[in-house]
């Protein structure tokens, strides 16, 4: 499946959430999901990436992949750092964006189970990361205005030289 990058308006749209015990495409999602991942040398992906407009996300940080249905991040640490940031729908380029060191994530599994996972350093920038997706922020939109300009033109400079 093709990953919908920049400018493209669908990532800018409100994922709706999912049903895991009645969503018979859930499954495929996730697979398709996670081959698009891994084609694209990702750590994380969303299915409004997609296309696909459900609260559905895939990661893998250590070889193992997790797929969380309907994420939410009910705390997170006051502690925060900024890193550089790419993403598959703003390929070429990195930002620094700001995120909580930590963060406790709820959500379903994909059998529809409840899950909690409590996330640290890397793997709670890509659960913030990826939730974001759902809620149509992209890290572009975590830039100050200078910032975002910079970082379109140089985004706009890689696509060029493709």
Request: one cysteine or more; proline letters at 6%.
């Amino acid at each position: 499946m093709q990953i919908l990058t920049h400018p493209n308006p669908v990532l800018g749209d409100r994922a709706g959430e999912v049903d895991p015990s009645s969503d018979a495409d859930l499954r495929p999602l996730v697979r398709k999901m996670a081959e698009a991942m891994y084609e694209n040398q990702g750590v994380g992906l969303a299915a409004p990436q997609l296309g696909i407009q459900k609260r559905v996300i895939v990661f893998d940080i250590d070889e193992e992949l997790g797929a969380i249905c309907n994420p939410v991040i009910i705390e997170q640490s006051e502690e925060t750092a900024v890193d550089d940031e790419g993403c598959l729908s703003v390929p070429g380029i990195n930002v620094p964006v700001e995120r909580a060191v930590s963060v406790v994530c709820e959500g379903l599994n994909i059998d529809g189970e409840p899950i909690v996972l409590q996330a640290a350093d890397f793997l709670a920038r890509v659960i913030q990361h990826e939730i974001d997706h759902l809620d149509g922020v992209i890290i572009l939109d975590r830039l100050t205005t200078e910032q975002r300009k910079a970082a379109i033109r140089e985004y706009n400079d890689a696509a060029a030289s493709e």
